[in-house]
């Protein structure tokens, strides 16, 4: 049983208070009075604003369920429609030409393109992963997975994959850093002369440094488009003693950056989960966050990585950063949290809560050298935002956040998600309300996509979940964020992002698809694991993105608000039975497997196999598309709450099979009444009614419900 504490007019929560006054606090100059008084204040100043925002969403929701309603069986008249988003000011007025004038950001951020990784910030053992996998093992991503199209067979190290991996791995190289004459896989040696690689590069300004002697390096450090290959050199290890060159690896600067996730990847509904997660994004701050990890038969103690230090080319002691670059995602400004109750008694909302919180414990780093963000600076993330106002409001926010903790003005940085319909048919204007912090703008596609089925609930029946990926708005929804973000001045100062490869198991694919990130002129693109991180890293070798975005910015804007507000229904399709039994299957299934581990154990980002047995990535984002898909279908009839009720019940119980060795596990069936069994059938009869179709509230209340039942 929670207590209470007063603080400043506020009802805390005594985990929260012993955590910021005992640990988070300590080291920054700021007081308790100074933080609770301030958090008071916010909830006072901010608390109203954020209330009428939400208001507004709903009342724009209303005006378009009402304009689509009116409408029932007439063709949809594209025109009507847009000059009826602006005339309710859902479209905002486009005002003149303008740069950002975000300053103090980091390289990682502004000048190298490169992968970014997420992670759940509440695991610790991922997190402390996640910000070493700055470095990745270029061999041991292709060997342990099926990147180069098959998976190992498992046992011994098998030499003739391990021949494969290496031919790969050196054509690769020869793309990223080609030699003066011949080819990598022909090299007998590697050394140092006169500040030179032997054998010479074609461009020798691509050697960095070197570890060990010169005429014997244990290591060569090699850059291209910006990002660092390290080539490990060893006669005693069994690849680097059989290799011609004896190199050993080849490690790749990966996860340039990493966003630590108090959001759709974690599962916090309370003080308790709250301090896990500003927990350990303290731990990372003042670079002492640990974790024991056991593995086989072996347990060592899992620590933020050095940095890597070496002789430069010209022999001068050279360093370069062994972590990944943090960024961390707060939530949106919907939520609320019982950490925390005002005067009447109400909960505040989570994202002020979370904006004085990771900013507070983000000023350990400030204070020490060797740290996160060599330029001083806070990166947050805010997801889910509708529009400019809502941008502005995060803007007014991170304003007050810096005056209580006595930081200069934009010491915070944010990113916006854009991944909301009303901010991306808004972006200029977004990125307008937030020119001197934005830091990156992203495109959460998976947001998106259920923020696209939910806002046009209403206009009719959706195509199948998979088939909405190929319709005109998320092109033009992906193009315009590009030429938006160029023409706003994004380059050289804030990253474009692209969405989440949710496919953790499938690399092959990836390394095939996700080239299409870079190439489309974004400057980071999100990967589910430090693994993913290396072979992404491959395709910013490949494509040089700052010229790729000169090309793109030449060409002037594709992709057209016209296209932008398709929506993508299923209009005169006919949909053969099967499909029909197969979608909602599919869509239960990943309900059911993500929603079964999120209210019974707390897991907030899971692995779970879809009809055809591919592991796919789920968290809130993918189970709001899921359940809005069902939700829209129901409502327009394609399905009978019989039909989606039964595939909850058959997939629910091959949900429990899938979940058979997992000793925690509480089976759904064969009763399905359980409180998770119902948290996934709310999130779909009643996902109608979820404000923007957020699987949230639902979520919340039904693990509460749960942790107050034990
Ligand atoms: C729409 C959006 O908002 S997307 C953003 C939210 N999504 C995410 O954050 C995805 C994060 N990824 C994950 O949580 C995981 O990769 C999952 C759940 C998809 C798969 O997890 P698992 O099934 O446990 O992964 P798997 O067994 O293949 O690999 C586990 C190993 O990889 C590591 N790993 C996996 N994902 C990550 C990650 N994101 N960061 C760091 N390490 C990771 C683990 O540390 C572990 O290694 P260890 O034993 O040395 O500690
Ligand atoms: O947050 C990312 C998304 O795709 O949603
Ligand atoms: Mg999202």
Redesign the pocket.
Known sequence: MSSRQARSGLQVDKVLTDFIEDQALPGTGVTADTFWDGLARMVTKLGPRNRALLSKRDRFQGQIDAWHQQRTGQAHDAAAYQAFLQEIGYLVDEGDNFQIDTVNVDPEIALIPGPQ????IT?A???L??AN?RWGSLYDALYGTDAMGDLPAGGDYDTARGARVIAWAKAFLDGAVPLAFGSWADVAGLRVQDGELMPTLANPKQFVGYEGEPGKPDTVLLRNNGLHIQIRIDTHSAIGASDPANIADMRLESALSTIM?C???VACVDATDKVVAYSNWLGLMKGDLTED?N?GNTTFTRKLAKDLSFTTASGVQGSLKGRSLMLIRNVGHLMTNPAVLDGQGNEIGEGLMDALCTTLIAMHDMKREGGNSVQGSVYVVKPKMHGPEEVAFSVQIFDMVEDILGLPRNTVKLGIMDEERRTSANLNECIRAAKSRVAFINT?F??RTGDEIHTSMEAGPMLPKGDIKTTPWIASYEDRNVDIGLACGLKGKAQIGK??WAM??RMGDMLEAKIGHPQSGATCA?V????AATLHATHYHKIDVLARQDELADCGPRGTLDDLLTIPLLGGRNLSDDEITHEIENNAQGILGYVVRWVDQGVG???VPDLNDI?L?E?R??CRISSQALANWLHHDIVSEDQVMAAMQKMGAVVDRQNEGDPEYRPMAPGFDGIAFQAACDLVFKGRAQPSGYTEPVLHARRLELKASL
């Open positions: 990784l997420v992670v759940p695991n053992r991922f997190a992963n996640a996998a996730d959001e759709d990847s990890v593995k959460g998976l947001d969405g989440m953790p198991d999100w589910p694991s430090p693994t980002c899971s692995k592991g990535m968290d984002a993918t």
